[in-house]
């Protein structure tokens, strides 16, 4: 019979910037499956240079490492398979809640903040919001490559979205997004209430720097 055991963990982030009564932008970038966070928040440096005392951004890793092939050599990260799915995803929840809490308590009260997952981090983000259950949200969330998970709890995706500003981005050339699956998942979201827009750039499943740069004068804008 399975059984479980709650231990304590360590979990590792990567961050550029250091909060205080100056930050006015904080961004939680996650990555995605076979990526570590110290090569995935290096995409972000060109952006975090923009305001370099006023933006702050940190990159959480996931918890379960391996390599990426065979038993030695280059190390990657994942959030989650499909064994004991249940369990990793309450993990990740209990990680990423101690990981925000850490970072508010630094920051101004009014600390603009946007949520951005990439490939499989845009489903860790998004469930890991919608288990906040509407006690936080952030000022935007952009999902990149990657999808809101359509087996979220309808009331709590719907607390969630209701009135978020939403990005959904992905390259004209990604194998994993295509421009169907991208307009079917605004729409989805669109019926819970988000305010939905859509970034494409020329590019395959990556992120792209000059879109990365575009989403950060968005959120200036609007802050």
Not at 48 to 68: C, K, M, N
Not at 95 to 101: G, I
Not at 117 to 139: D, I, K, M, Y
Request: with cysteine; aromatic share 8%; hydrophobic share 40%.
């Amino acid at each position: 019979m399975q059984r479980h055991l709650t231990v304590p963990r360590t979990a590792r982030y990567q961050q550029l910037g250091e909060p205080s009564a100056a930050t006015r932008q904080l961004w939680l970038v996650a990555h995605g499956y076979g990526q570590l966070a110290e090569y995935f928040i290096r995409h972000f440096t060109s952006v975090q240079a923009l305001d370099p005392v006023g933006t702050v951004i940190v990159a959480p890793e996931a918890l379960s490492r391996f390599y990426l092939s065979g038993t030695s050599g280059r190390v990657g990260a994942s959030w989650m398979t499909s064994a004991d799915r249940l369990a990793e995803i309450a993990d990740q929840n209990t990680y990423l809640d101690a990981l925000l809490h850490r970072l508010l308590r630094t920051c101004p009260p009014d600390v603009r903040v946007t949520v951005l997952g990439f490939s499989q981090g845009t489903a860790t983000v998004s469930r890991w919001l919608t288990h906040l259950g509407g006690q936080w949200r952030p000022q935007q969330l952009v999902l990149w490559a990657g999808d809101f998970p359509a087996d979220s709890e309808p009331g709590a995706a719907h607390q969630l979205l209701q009135d978020l500003p939403v990005v959904l981005v992905c390259g004209d050339q990604d194998e994993y997004m295509l421009p169907p699956q991208l307009l079917a998942q605004a729409e989805s979201l669109r019926q819970h209430g988000a305010h939905v827009a859509t970034l494409g750039f020329a590019g395959g499943h990556a992120l792209h720097a000059a879109t990365l740069q575009q989403l950060y004068e968005q959120a200036i804008t609007h802050s």
